[in-house]
């Protein structure tokens, strides 16, 4: 994967501010795991589909354990984040 070059790799990792259990936030870097939602051939959507109603859909259908539920929502700003990221990487 790193034979692809730099730009390749961060298009798969992001800079963000993660969320810890004692509310502070640490700047890390994560795995853009949103994007499947919109690469071909790799997308869990079907044709028409709405990617972040997939991804609610995906996430709810395993449960939120009580007591992790802060996790399902930072789940869901991190997919909004990447989507973000996505759109203006395309706009270029």
């Known amino acids: 994967m790193t034979e692809q ?3 390749d790799i961060e298009r798969l990792i992001v800079d963000y501010p993660v ?9 890390l ?3 853009n795991w949103p994007k499947a ?3 071909r051939g790799m997308t869990p959507c079907a044709a028409g589909e709405k990617k972040k109603a997939k991804c609610l859909y995906l996430l709810a259908r395993h449960g939120v354990p009580r007591g992790t ?5 930072n789940s869901v700003t991190f ?3 990447c989507v973000k ?7 270029k």
């Open 5 to 7: 070059g730099h730009k």
């Open 19 to 27: 969320p810890l259990k004692d509310g502070s936030v640490l700047s």
């Open 29 to 31: 870097q994560a795995v």
């Open 37 to 39: 939602f919109f690469v």
């Open 69 to 73: 539920e802060s996790k399902y929502f």
């Open 79 to 81: 997919f909004d984040h």
């Open 85 to 91: 990221l996505l759109h203006r990487q395309h706009k």
